[in-house]
């Protein structure tokens, strides 16, 4: 199985909104309604930031936000902080062969 | 609340079998409600998962992997296994428990996202 596409990095200045990408194909993303996002700090077990494409858990700021356009989910942290620096990554069921798949990650830089 | 915690050796001779357990607390494994998964991460890379199970005791597994892996759970010690043979330094990594959320589409089980995580626990293969 291949890992869903991110790009490698992205940026934003405090307070500033960025958004990441995460494509697949109808197998996997485009198929399925349990998108989600993990967020990882340095050295930090994954946190579940985003699951069903938009929902969030509990204790999730509202600046974390999800969508998905056919094959295509993706994340958007506005008001961007500090502490939103750190990894990210999404996942999808990939019903093709019954598995699940992570993205490749994007490491987000706030400057 | 819900607590996952990894065990095992963190040392593993090439060639020989990796074997790691994680004990659930604050919840019961028997839930009808959830998956178990084991997910790992070597140095410096991004996440990989490795296979799901049930406490039915259906499973999922990567198909990359599933040659060398085995999933098992124990309900009577609320903890669910992972065994991962003839292991090389490319299966040096983290490797993360976590609960799994699933649901159906056209009768059959879909994996969903990984609610809850362990801490994670190093595993170095090298002899």
């Known amino acids: 199985q291949s890992a869903l596409t991110q790009p490698p990095s992205a940026s934003g200045s405090p307070g500033q909104s960025v958004t990441i990408s995460c494509t697949g194909t109808s197998s996997d993303v485009g198929g399925y309604k349990d998108v989600a996002w993990y967020q990882q700090h340095p050295g930090k077990a994954p946190k579940l930031m985003i699951y069903e494409v938009t929902k969030r858990p509990s204790g999730v700021p509202d600046r974390f936000s999800g969508s998905k356009s056919g094959n295509t989910a993706s994340l958007t942290v506005s008001g961007l902080q500090a502490e939103d620096e750190a990894d990210y990554y999404c996942s999808s069921y990939a019903g093709s062969n019954n598995s699940y798949v992570f993205g490749t990650g994007t490491k987000v830089t706030v400057l | 609340q819900l607590q996952l915690q990894e065990s095992g050796p963190g040392l593993v001779k090439p060639s020989e079998t990796l074997s790691l357990t994680c004990t659930v607390s604050?919840?019961?494994?028997?839930?009808?409600?959830?998956?178990w998964g084991w997910i790992r991460q070597p140095p410096g890379k991004g996440l990989e998962w490795i296979g799901s199970?049930?406490?039915?005791?259906?499973?999922y597994y990567n198909p990359s992997l599933k040659s060398r892996v085995t999933i098992s759970v124990d309900t009577s010690k609320n903890h669910f296994s992972l065994k991962l043979s003839s292991v090389t330094a490319a299966d040096t990594a983290v490797y993360y428990c976590?609960?799994?959320?699933?649901?159906?589409?056209?009768?059959?089980?879909?994996?969903?996202?990984?609610?809850?995580w362990g801490q994670g626990t190093m595993v170095t293969v090298s002899s």
């Open positions: 976590a609960r799994q959320s699933y649901d159906y589409f056209w009768g059959s089980p879909v994996l969903g996202s990984f609610h809850i």
């Open positions: 199970i049930y406490y039915s005791g259906n499973t």
């Open positions: 604050g919840g019961f494994i028997g839930s009808s409600s959830y998956y």
